[in-house]
């Protein structure tokens, strides 16, 4: 019997607003998971894949990913996330982002990404999807890093 480690959640998002935003309901829904942010690719990534306490070396995450980024797309982080042989292969992506482009969509699911959510523009309806997805954080079940 292992015991359950706690889900970091990693939250790749560079507007401040939003990701107050997020983080302020995902507490509201009952997380109190460890919430990390980042707000640029390079500096989630090095966290994702080579911090001691980052999700490759010390398992289970899962990732809160916005498309647009200053530094590189959320698409390319995507790939190289759920890319063969990576050890985050099967950790749980959430892309939450402003495009509801149905081609961006198709590429992310293709790309291995778990759930698709589009920010509403709406202050209160973007706060209930974040409470709704604090929810969905509280039953999943999320696999260690291989």
């Known amino acids: 019997m292992n015991d359950h480690k706690t889900v970091g959640i990693v939250m790749i998002e560079d507007d401040e607003g939003h990701a107050r935003l997020i983080e302020k309901n995902i507490r509201r829904a009952g997380i109190l998971n460890d919430i990390r942010h980042f707000t640029d690719g390079t500096t989630a990534l090095d966290f994702l894949f080579n911090a001691a306490d980052g999700p490759a070396k010390s398992g289970p995450a899962m990732i809160l990913l916005d498309l647009n980024l200053p530094d590189m797309s959320g698409t390319d982080i995507l790939a190289r996330i759920k890319a063969e042989g990576s050890p985050l292969k ?39 999807a974040i409470r709704q997805l604090g929810l969905f954080l509280s039953v999943i079940q999320v696999p260690e890093a291989e």
Do not use: H, M
């Open 90 to 128: 099967r950790t749980p992506v959430v892309v939450l982002t402003t495009t509801d482009d149905k081609v961006e969509i198709e590429r992310c699911y293709d790309l291995g990404c778990n759930v698709y959510i589009t920010k509403p523009v709406n202050y209160e309806s973007f706060a209930q």
